[in-house]
T-cell receptor, first 112, second 115 residues
């Protein structure tokens, strides 16, 4: 059974710092991996989707990498801003394209 | 980008009431919709997966008779919490995708509070 973990559980940084959020999964047979942002009391906003054949995806200040062999993905946020404060979730989709397992999330606070 | 609309955003009702939550894909046809539940400070837990025109597949531990899911069209799925009790209070989120391997797009969630 796929298990997804995220480290750290919470992170507080001053504005302008570059930071890395980590996601680990136990079953490397994933179809794709997706990073989401969730603001308090809100739904999820998709940030980046990495297919299993890809190693990374970039969107603006965000860069996500995927290493299936080690069961890891990272989300890199450059030049963090207070508006980046949110919970960041990663989720892996299994090779059948059906089961989408979420990690517990990393709560990010960017201090002005 | 793709938009998923979830309604209502907030429900407060008495114990024993049945509550229906709607999930609509506004600009794409969703062959599959998912329903999640999220307790405070916890991650999303998948409740069920529904494919249009088929019965929903429920995750282990989720009572199908209590959480009725209907996915009658490619743009609408509904979750009905029947005879809701305080322990059903939670944040319910739906998502939709166009096809296998396509991104899941999420609604804004429904905060259900049962008194």
């Amino acid at each position: 059974k796929q298990e997804v973990t995220q480290i750290p559980a919470a992170l507080s940084v001053p504005e302008g710092e570059n930071l890395v959020l980590n996601c680990s999964f136990t079953d490397s047979a994933i179809y794709n991996l997706q990073w989401f942002r969730q603001d308090p009391g809100k739904g999820l906003t998709s940030l980046l989707l990495i297919q299993s054949s890809q190693r990374e995806q970039t969107s603006g200040r965000l860069n996500a990498s995927l290493d299936k062999s080690s069961g890891r993905s990272t989300l890199y946020i450059a030049a963090s801003q207070p508006g980046d404060s949110a919970t960041y979730l990663c989720a892996g989709l299994d090779n059948y394209g059906q089961n989408f397992v979420f990690g517990p999330g990393t709560r990010l606070s960017v201090l002005p | 980008g793709a938009v998923v609309s979830q309604h209502p955003s907030r429900v407060i009702c008495k114990s024993g009431t049945s509550v229906k939550i709607e999930c609509r894909s506004l600009d794409f046809q969703a062959t599959t919709m998912f329903w999640y539940r999220q307790f405070p400070k916890q991650s999303l837990m998948l409740m069920a997966t529904s494919n249009e025109g088929s019965k929903a597949t429920y995750e282990q531990g989720v009572e199908k008779d209590k959480f009725l899911i209907n996915h009658a069209s490619l743009t609408l799925s509904t979750l009905t919490v029947t005879s809701a009790h305080p322990e059903d209070s939670s944040f319910y989120i739906c998502s939709a995708r166009q096809g296998i391997g396509q991104p899941q797009h999420f609604g804004d969630g429904t905060r259900l509070s049962i008194l």
